[in-house]
């Protein structure tokens, strides 16, 4: 069974930084794109960030500048580190993985639990 499980989320002022990790358990071979994706209160599911197995990464505007993606392929981790938060990245942040290869085939679509990031102003 494969899962995605992310961390680092929490409450910090405005202007601070958090880092956010996300890491794929389970008997993987390979994980494909993974990325991050924000749901505010009373909003639809936005994408922040994502990263090919390729690193290959893309940002939404909101957050170019202030948020970078990478990942550790040795250890299926993707993480997101946030520098200069604002009271609007307020949000569960989530993260997917697009494909991950294990010993019964591909598994497709995983989203992990998410976790909150409050930041106060």
């Known amino acids: 069974q494969v899962q995605l499980v992310e961390s680092g989320g929490g409450l910090v002022q405005a202007g601070g930084s958090l880092r956010l990790s996300c890491a794929a358990s389970?008997?993987?071979?390979?994980?494909?794109?993974m990325g991050w994706y924000r749901q505010a209160p009373g909003k639809q599911r936005e994408l922040v960030a994502d990263?090919?197995?390729?690193?290959?990464?893309q940002y939404a505007d909101s957050v170019k500048g202030r948020f970078t993606i990478s990942r550790d392929n040795a250890k299926n981790t993707v993480y997101l580190q946030m520098d200069s938060l604002k009271p609007a990245d307020t949000a569960v942040y989530y993260c997917?993985?697009?494909?991950?290869?294990?010993?019964?085939?591909?598994?497709?679509?995983?989203w992990g639990q998410g976790t909150q990031v409050t930041v106060s102003s």
């Open positions: 389970g008997r993987i071979f390979t994980v494909g794109a």
């Open positions: 997917p993985a697009a494909r991950i290869t294990t010993p019964r085939g591909p598994v497709f679509g995983s």
């Open positions: 990263s090919t197995s390729g690193f290959s990464t």
